[in-house]
């Protein structure tokens, strides 16, 4: 019992003295968490009912109740557990930097996750769309490989591969301090810049096939072929940083590292038998993503073998 009052009472003072910009930074995230965590869960859902029959009701209601209403529920659940842990002195804010800065930038670096999670947020499918356009000045090519003929074409799980605009940033929604911050932001603008630069110098088209709007799967993928031309291609970005978001959530997540890798093998799965992209495509971009991943977030070997070294004695000579 009094450890956990001591326990509970360092909690408090973790969480008073920590600033506004912690509390914002904290908050925000979670909320976004909460967002893209009920918005999966229910395209998984959409995804299942498909396989057996279509999802009852229209479209547009359909949409909502992926875009805002199960997200809705699933946040206040959320927000009852929280603050049911910050009532019994469990929930803490622990403020990026010990100390402060003046002005806007200190109040700013406090919230550098949550800032960061926002702005990635918005950039790689900007960068994606960028990099179709300037594609367009060169002929796209095709690959024409039996494999992917033979692949047959699944469209309810175009609902899982939407899903990667919300999965991929799930790194940064979970980070905390300031170790990993930096590698992190690289590593993403790695597999932008890596992608980017492929699409426009060797722009690769996949040829669609016209849709005929059956159920949710076919309504989702029609609406993702009217958004998202056939090229942009190899490697698939999709696979990219759907692998090296659940690597990144499991270096910093860890106990989100199995749902986190079920969600990223999904997507690639998605991503060929909705025939987005070649095969080929699907496993340069794992690749891509594993790669980055260890150059940029793998623990050096030194770290991990420290912890084996560090409790052992100095050996001692015999007495005499």
């Known amino acids: 019992m009094a450890a956990e009052t001591a326990r509970r009472r360092l909690g408090e003072r973790r969480t008073s003295t920590a600033p506004l910009a912690s509390w914002i930074d904290d908050w925000g995230r979670w909320l976004l968490r909460s967002y893209f965590t009920g918005s999966l869960a229910c395209l998984c859902a959409f995804t299942l009912i498909n396989f057996f029959t279509d999802v009852p009701g229209s479209r547009l209601m ?3 109740t992926a875009s805002l209403f199960v997200p809705l529920a699933w946040i206040l659940t959320s927000l009852a557990l929280r603050l049911r842990r910050w009532r019994c002195g469990e929930l803490t804010v622990t403020p990026v930097d010990p100390v402060t800065g003046p002005g806007w930038r200190g109040q700013l670096s406090q919230m550098r996750w949550l800032v960061a999670t926002v702005l990635m947020f918005g950039l790689w499918p900007s960068a994606y769309f960028f990099a179709n356009q300037l594609a367009g000045f060169r002929e796209p090519v095709q690959f024409h490989f039996t494999v992917d003929q033979r692949i047959p074409m699944r469209t309810e799980l175009s609902m899982v591969y939407v899903g990667i605009y919300w999965f991929f940033i799930f790194p940064l929604l979970y ?15 790695t597999i932008m810049a890596i992608c980017a630069t492929c699409f426009v110098l060797y722009p690769v088209e996949y040829p669609r096939a016209p849709l005929v709007v059956h159920h949710m799967g076919d309504w989702t993928l029609a609406l993702v072929h009217g958004a998202d031309p056939p090229t942009n291609c190899f490697p698939s970005s999709h696979c990219a940083v759907a692998i090296f978001a659940a690597l990144g959530l499991r270096r910093i997540r860890p106990s989100a590292a199995l749902a986190g890798f079920g969600v990223a093998l999904g997507i690639c799965v998605a991503t060929v038998l909705t025939r987005q992209h070649y095969l080929i495509d699907t496993v340069a971009g794992m690749a891509l993503g594993i790669g980055v991943y260890l150059y940029f977030l793998r623990p050096r070997l030194e770290t991990r073998l420290a912890p084996a070294g560090a409790g052992r004695a100095p050996s001692q000579p015999p007495p005499p």
């Not at 980070?175 to 990993?180: A, H, S, T, W, Y």
């Open 62 to 64: 359909d949409a909502l």
């Open 175 to 189: 980070g905390r301090g300031r170790e990993l911050f930096w590698p992190l932001l690289r590593a993403y603008g």
